[in-house]
């Protein structure tokens, strides 16, 4: 039973810390986009429309990164696969 | 956490018709009534309805040739289909009862291997065979591998991103719900219905680059 | 849900005969209706621009008319001018005739008048003289002197009345 035990605290912490890193660089990247659209908008207003739409679409290429850490955490904890072979 | 497990209702054949299969019935419905009504009367001169119908039509149709000029009504069946289906997907799971069908991962996925099965039929439907298979081996065959790699890993990224966009909001929305039911989750729910929206945009902005990139002689873009 | 299971098939089949559903329902309806109107639009704007190149054809015609009209115009007023101008040197030069004859004809009769009272002037002249110098000399001169001043006096009386026919001629 130890064994289990420990699988399932490695498990947790594993995702708790996949989501606290994985969210880091992810969040840094979009700030980073942001703070550009923005200098690029107070620069040039006219532009506003296709930075925007620009922007939009940046965010979501770099927040899919965070989203695979939520799904690989999430899979750690609700859908391990690997469950079934610790708890024959 | 009943809300990762989906719920059987009954088996069609070897097939289950989970909970997801009839929320998306539900709103596939809801979209068809709502457009046979919204259509039934077309008039010359627009009412308000219509204006807005119009406008919602109009829109795809200019995002799609911003992409790809001249392909507007080409494309607008599919991309259209998909920016109605995912942004009443994503707002259904705001009605009590029903659940998101786009939390799910199949709905997703299912939607991205629609994607993935459109680009090359567009694809050789507009360049032919030829020219179509030619983009693979640009700038020379090794690259192949790494190109057929990029459209399935793109296929994947798009299902992801939709649906842990989705189911995060929803666990977001359950956890505050559980904490304290009455007024906490109501404005992650605001929040709910703006991610959705935005989610919707940028499946429907990727679709549009990918098909354009197929249709056009060019790379197709990676994503 | 977060694992992949049979209902994708389902989920594949829902999408497809919703886009087909949406196309047949909500888009082909639309997109006629928008270029429908597109097309009245453009009709409407071809038949406009054709109704405004007539009315530019008709306008032109039209000016040119009067263009046409505004030149013969000017040619008959021209025309009048120049025989208004004709009558008018000839009234002129006839009136300069006539005036010049009307001159002529008087400057003669005065000429002829004066001719006459200067004759008749001489001669009364001559006769006074003749009688005064008789009466004064007649009792103190020889008939030889006498003759001598006598023409010195007519002479004299000769110049003095050519003088005075000079005056009056200017005048």
Known sequence: MQGEILFLCVTVVTAGFAIAIGVIFPALGQGKACAKALEGIARQPEATGPISRTLFVGLALLESLAIYVLVVSLILLFANPLLKYVFK | M???????????????????????????GALII?????????KFIPGRW???????????????????????????????????????????GLIPGLKAPTSD???????????????????????????????????????????????????????????????????????????????????MMLFAIFTGVIQAYIFTILTIVYLSAAIEKEDSAEG | MISIDRSIIFQIINFVV????????LFKPVVKALDNRSQHIQDELSSIEKAQQKADETKKKYEEESKMIHQKYQEMVE???????????????????????????????ARSEIQKIFSSLKTDIIDISTEMASKILSHSI??????????????????????????????
């Open chain 2, 2 to 28: 009943e809300f990762l497990t989906t719920k059987i209702y009954f088996y069609l054949g070897t097939l289950p018709v989970t909970k997801t299969v009839v929320s998306t019935w539900l709103v596939m």
């Open chain 2, 50 to 92: 219509q204006n807005i119908l119009e406008m919602f039509v109009e829109g795809i149709i200019n995002m799609i040739e911003d992409m790809s000029p001249h392909n507007g009504k080409q494309l607008l069946p599919l991309v259209g289909a998909l920016a109605l289906f995912i942004g009443s997907a994503n707002l259904a």
């Open chain 3, 142 to 171: 020889t008939p030889s002197i006498q003759d001598e001043i006598i023409d010195k006096m007519l002479d004299e009386a000769i110049i003095r009345i050519e003088a005075q026919m000079e005056v009056s001629h200017e005048q």
């Open chain 3, 18 to 25: 919703l886009v087909m559903l949406l196309f047949r329902f």
């Open chain 2, 105 to 187: 991962f199949n709905t997703t996925l299912a939607l991205a291997l629609v994607v993935f099965c459109a680009v090359p039929y567009y694809g050789v439907k507009n360049q032919g065979w030829k020219n179509y298979l030619k983009v693979y081996i640009t700038p020379s065959p090794i690259m192949a591998p790494f190109h057929i790699i990029s459209e399935v890993t793109r296929t994947f990224s798009l299902a992801l991103r939709l649906f842990g966009n989705i189911l995060g909001e929803e666990i977001v929305i359950a956890i505050l719900f559980i904490l304290s039911p009455l007024i906490v989750p109501v404005p």
């Open chain 2, 34 to 42: 709502a457009s046979i009504l919204a259509t039934r009367h077309l």
């Open chain 3, 79 to 109: 025309t009048a001018n120049q025989e208004a101008a004709k009558i008018k040197s000839g009234i002129i030069d006839e009136a300069y005739r006539e005036g010049e004859k009307i001159k002529q004809t008087h400057e003669e009769k």
